[in-house]
Nanobody, 119 residues
């Protein structure tokens, strides 16, 4: 089992920045990739960014490319999401997720952290 704990959410004005953190514990040696998702009120949860645990390969949703950066600290078993140039449409609960293989479903989820961008 792997446990994920997010932190770093908050309230920020349009154009501001936030850095989310996700700390993993437990069987972290089994991880293949970690990702960030978000869910806005009344909307389905959507993919934001992903990073493979060993190689550090990344991918992003088109809506955040050029503004968000995902990174990982292998030694600290942590993944980060640096969010710049935030806009009100980024307002959502952000979830950290992890999976143990190269497949679509995620095995583990965090509880989420709220990000609110005011106009």
């Amino acid at each position: 089992q792997v446990q994920l704990v997010e932190s770093g959410g908050g309230l920020v004005q349009t154009g501001g920045s936030l850095r989310l953190s996700c700390a993993a514990s437990g069987r972290t040696f089994s991880l293949y990739a970690m990702a960030w998702f978000r869910q806005a009120p009344g909307k389905v949860r959507e993919f934001v960014a992903i990073i493979t645990w060993s190689a550090g390969n990344t991918d992003y949703a088109d809506s955040v490319k050029g503004r968000f950066t995902i990174s990982r600290d292998y030694a600290r078993n942590s993944v980060y999401l640096q969010m710049n140039s935030l806009i009100p449409e980024d307002t959502a609960v952000y979830f950290c997720a992890a999976r143990e293989g190269d497949y679509a479903e995620y095995d583990y989820w965090g509880q989420g952290t709220q990000v609110t961008v005011s106009s």
